[in-house]
């Protein structure tokens, strides 16, 4: 397509495996630090962020734009129209363009797997990955991790992955990054929801009793209604098989907590009434997620 | 729902009767104070404010959004997808989210009656309600009450709300509001846009000339074209019956003014040459509505 | 309609043709000096900048957010609702109770031609054109003229225009920004893209061979694929006549560049391969854009 080459090297991220486990650790490191600490350094003052989310995505924008604000920055918020669309501009000139106008980074969220990969050969600021269809989520991972650190203080923990595993992006990035510290990660969900082999997790199953069995964590994921409702399984089967709530959080130990990447569906991946319990670390990982970015932007951008 | 319960009391502003009398005339010279000294000290630098505009407006979101950067605060800016509705978040939910991500007050308007008052049950900052339903508009009330001091000096006036009201959050948060300092409201319009009764309104008539007789302030209404096509009366009757022009606004007195909430519909409630007329407060109305926000603000948050 | 008259005069840019051709000169060397030293100084500070897009239009839009937040404003985003349009309201009530809340200069996208200029009539604040239908684009020609003054150190170009120029508001402020400085100005494209006749233009003609010969610059328009295929010519026949490509390119001298207003339309109007290729400027464009915003921001609101 006749597009520029990046000439200067930049640090981006657009996977976890981007970072090796003492970078990984040095973020999470950073994160806890800042969230401490509480008026910021503004050292993004100066710098323009552009938020260019394809796909739309309100809690991790914003997340994004409150991280951003906070160490300082400015923020261009890119918001993709239909009629743009129709003007038949592709994604990567909709870029090119925007990085013309003198701006600092990139924080994206594409449908297509691999999409953010390939605009790096093209682009010369950072890019940070802020999803790509099913492939990767690293800042989700980068936060996860940073909530687990935080309340247990070592990451070689045992965590089951619960729900549409292989429509997951968060999984993905979560269980490469957890590998990488010792983890033993498990995946538990109906057949149709589960790879049938994921380098280096240990259990995959369709028992929840099983994967709960001695965990640390159980990180329930997203799953969309429709999908189940495409399921061999009944639906009712399916909650009382995968719903995590005040019953089924039975089968893990009582030192267990549980996490979500939201946002959740109530009363159907989770029961109502957990969400916010004294179990769930929900709204941690949410908090950490602004203070898990100010550490990427850091490390990315200042 | 398993919600939070909040543990720290914060003020909010959910209705106009959060405030006493003397705490509406406070935020009221804080207002007038802030309009004539040009240039705002930043009490609201390093805070985040989230407007979360359930039912869209951006007269109202931007004259916040004026105000809070006028302060020197940041603005995070939710804007509900239809999407993140799909992803079968409620309003609550979405809240809690936002506040973990460390930031300072909410903004909020929703289509439901009492939404706001339910939700300071579990949100630990501040809430301001910029609209619930037919229910409150508090930050409307007190810039109409701003504009009303700032023009006669005093508030124990005579005042018609004319339109539909019973339909109308403003003309709610407005009586209320004057009824504090004496003042002595009447309601106008068809039968089916006033309520039979109202406590502490002095007068409901459908005569416009027994309405304005007298009056210091005409408060005119929007009115929904929809609204009226249903009523029994003809269309061209209702102008004529009620719609404020050069020739009904001469059954008040030569001193009383127009005031509306804006946006107006041209020449459905009020006419063409009337709402930028001299008789019209509607523009120092959106002026004062910054400063009165700011006012709120450095109550609530700073 | 009854609309207030302004009382004070404020400096405003409707059109190109608002500018001598010492003010345009003046424009240009402010912006290369802009863009030349790095850190720019806030003469923006505290200044409220409105953007009201009527039309949508995210690149412009976004220049002049870079503009505004690099000189150290803060930028007002009005975003046109279907549901504020349905309200009743006209855009010149929006723009005056804009106005109401204090700010400081409009920067306005509109479908109709004209309606600035009718607008500035009744606003008193500086009200900067960023596009009104197929009239006037202002500062798309002042970023263009910067961009060629940079790179050729004059203004008295040979300039072949080409595409669809009678539906272009970009050909009309480039062709009378450009005419100032004695270019020669010439137009190209199937008969029914071209004017008959366009005052101070030397040449206009439908054979692209006859506009590039001899020219510094090749202007490109975006050409809608629905116009092209409502002309009598085949589609094929359109890409052969008057696409910008490796071939075609060759008609004119090798030191001619190739510019674009953006967004292109990758193989329509030009090929693939040639919109990043050394012999273009389209890049550049953008980015002079935002310098060439920014002079025009500090000439009428600093």
């Not at 260019?52 to 400015?74: D, N, Q, Y």
């Not at 929801?193 to 069995?213: C, K, M, N």
Request: hydrophobic fraction near 40%; charged fraction near 25%; glycine fraction near 6%.
């Amino acid at each position: 397509m006749g597009l520029p080459k990046r000439e200067v090297l930049s640090v981006d991220l657009i996977s976890i495996n981007d970072l090796s486990r003492d970078e990984i650790m040095d973020i999470i490191k950073d994160a806890l630090y800042m969230k401490r600490k509480k008026d910021s350094v503004p050292i993004l003052k100066g710098k323009f962020i552009v938020t260019a989310f394809f796909e739309p995505s309100t809690r991790t924008k914003l997340s994004f734009h409150r991280a951003i604000k906070g160490l300082g920055g400015e923020v261009i918020d890119f918001i993709p129209s239909v009629s743009a669309i129709q003007k038949g501009e592709t994604d990567i000139d909709t870029l090119l363009t925007l990085q013309a106008m003198d701006i600092d980074a990139f924080v994206v969220r594409v449908r297509r797997n691999g999409a953010p990969s390939e605009w790096k050969e093209h682009i010369k600021v950072p890019i940070i990955n802020g999803g790509d269809g099913t492939n990767q989520h690293p800042t989700q991972a980068l936060l996860d991790m940073t909530t687990m650190y935080e309340h247990f203080g070592r990451l070689d923990l045992k965590v089951a992955i619960v729900g549409d595993i292989i429509h997951s992006r968060v999984a993905n990035s979560l269980t490469q990054g957890l590998l990488k510290f010792g983890a033993e990660i498990r995946m538990c969900g109906p057949e149709e929801f589960v790879p049938r082999h994921y380098e280096g997790v240990s259990l995959i199953t369709q028992s929840l009793e099983e994967a709960l069995d001695g965990v640390d964590v159980i990180y329930a994921l997203r799953v969309q209604k429709e999908r189940i409702e495409k399921l061999p399984l009944n639906i009712d089967e399916f909650f009382r098989r995968y719903q995590i709530n005040h019953k089924t959080i039975k089968l893990a130990p009582p030192h267990a907590v549980l996490m979500h990447p939201g946002p959740f569906n109530r009363n159907i991946e989770v029961s109502d009434n957990i969400v916010y319990s004294e179990r769930s670390l929900i709204l941690t990982q949410v908090k950490n997620g602004v203070y898990s970015r100010m550490a990427v932007l850091k490390r990315v951008v200042a």
